[in-house]
């Protein structure tokens, strides 16, 4: 079925430090895709998306590119603040099918 | 503010309780969703509605019982619970079912502890 794999976590960082969080997906039915994020206390907000291949999405300084090749989708940011601690959570949707997410992966930045 | 609002924050129940969630959303969306999750697992997508008719519903025990009125509010009945279903209960509205790169909006959650 259709799904969406995540490196575990959690990822520990010091403010400034590269981030790199890995996700791959099941490329049936040509999925659109998308990083959300979650900070304590709060549900999850949209921080990215790309519809197809190629695209990149990017917000605050994340990015991440679809790439069909690979079935991947990494978060990336060049440098991360204490404020970028969270969940990370990947998705995958493809049609009218529900938003499928990935495990999560919980991230803390120290200064 | 996230323009999908879910009452009450926080929720403590004996298994013997009634109680309902409730998700209300300012947005003009037409599909409406219950996800649970539960701390080191992943996010469970329980029910689905798209203008009002409920279209998804993921082997969710019978003591879960939405509703959805319209499709601006969506609800959770509970009833006869068990510890185990102890969670955060998160509400979210997508524009409609039918386009793969319409984005949930999701609410802060019911953190429902059962006793």
């Known amino acids: 079925g259709d799904s969406v794999t995540q490196m575990e976590g959690p990822v520990t960082l010091s403010e400034e430090a590269f981030l790199t969080i890995n996700c791959t997906y099941t490329a049936t039915g040509y999925p659109s895709l998308f990083w959300y994020v979650q900070y304590p206390g709060e549900g999850l907000q949209l921080l990215l998306k790309?519809?197809?291949?190629?695209d990149k999405g990017s917000n605050k300084g994340f990015e991440a590119t679809y790439r069909k090749e690979t079935t991947s989708f990494h978060l990336e940011k060049g440098s991360v603040q204490v404020s970028d601690s969270a969940v990370y959570f990947c998705a995958r949707r493809a049609g009218n099918t529900p938003l499928v997410f990935g495990k999560g992966t919980r991230l803390s930045v120290i200064a | 503010e996230t323009g999908v609002t879910q009452t009450p924050r926080h929720l403590v129940m004996g298994m013997t309780n009634k109680k309902s969630l409730k998700c209300e959303q300012h947005?003009?969306?037409?599909?409406m969703y219950w996800y649970k999750q539960s701390a080191k697992k992943p996010l469970e997508l329980m029910f689905v509605y798209n203008f009002k008719e409920q279209t998804e519903n993921n082997s969710v025990p019978s003591r879960f019982s939405p509703e959805c009125p319209n499709s601006s509010h969506l609800f959770l009945h509970l009833h006869t619970l068990q510890p185990e279903d102890s969670a955060l209960y998160l509400c979210?509205?997508?524009?409609?079912?039918?386009?793969?790169?319409?984005?949930?909006?999701f609410g802060n959650g019911t953190r429902l502890t059962v006793t």
């Open positions: 979210a509205s997508s524009q409609d079912l039918d386009r793969g790169g319409s984005p949930l909006h």
């Open positions: 790309a519809t197809k291949a190629d």
């Open positions: 947005l003009g969306h037409n599909a």
